[in-house]
């Protein structure tokens, strides 16, 4: 009797002890044969370029970036002064440029007429033929007229050099500008005014200008 309890007791504890799972016991699961792996597909370097031209196409489209032709300006402004500017879209230089040149000429147009005035009073004084103004001024020699002439030829040649350097600065700023037109239109390239800060605390803040390039 004590035989069949004690084995009836073994069998219970065996019983008892295989229904409870160990703290470090893993569970492993099967998949099914026919399931399949995903993995996430690994991008080549051409089609990361690719996205990244992409980005870049839409990026421009927004801003639209303006581009003007140096050489076009150029010639413009050398068919007539102003033009170029004005195809910079730079219309304040225009009265400028204009005021310059007809300045310019102006002077050396009225020192021609002095100049031809003068001579002509010189060539009567110096061959004695009757002339009107050498008449009535009988205390101009031929010095004074010869040096009056003179003078008037000088300021003429001035005065055509300085326009004649006006011109071509204006055609050098036509250029120049239409060549520095793309950069102020791009959102890369920034110059604005900024106030500068003292990082030490030491000088005041100033008022400067900030040039910052974004690649």
């Not at 229904?19 to 996430?40: A, F, G, M, Y």
């Not at 000429?105 to 060539?123: E, F, L």
């Amino acid at each position: 009797m004590k035989k069949l309890l004690f084995t009836f007791f073994l069998c219970l504890f065996a019983l008892a002890y295989s229904q409870v799972n160990p703290n470090d016991t893993i569970r492993v699961e099967h998949l099914p044969k026919d399931s399949i792996s995903v993995e996430k597909p690994v991008k080549s370097e051409a089609s990361i370029v690719q996205d990244i031209e992409k980005v870049n196409a839409k990026t421009l489209k927004k801003v639209q970036i303006t581009k003007l032709n140096p050489t076009k300006a150029g010639l413009y402004s050398a068919v007539l002064p102003g033009l170029g500017q004005y195809y910079n879209k730079k219309y304040w230089k225009i009265p400028i440029v204009w005021g310059a040149v007809g300045v310019g000429a102006g002077i050396a147009i009225w020192n021609d007429k002095q100049y031809k005035k003068y001579r002509g009073y010189y060539v009567a004084k110096l061959n004695g033929t009757p002339d009107e103004f050498v008449d009535t001024h009988p205390w101009l020699d031929k010095v004074a007229l010869g040096n009056a002439q003179d003078r008037a030829k000088r300021q003429r040649d001035y005065a055509i050099a300085i326009t004649g350097l006006i011109y071509i600065l204006n055609i050098v700023d036509a250029v120049v500008d239409a060549h520095l037109y793309e950069g102020r239109k791009d959102p890369d390239l920034t110059f604005s005014p900024a106030v500068i800060q003292d990082n030490f605390g030491i000088v005041p803040p100033k008022s400067g200008l900030s040039l910052s390039y974004r690649f």
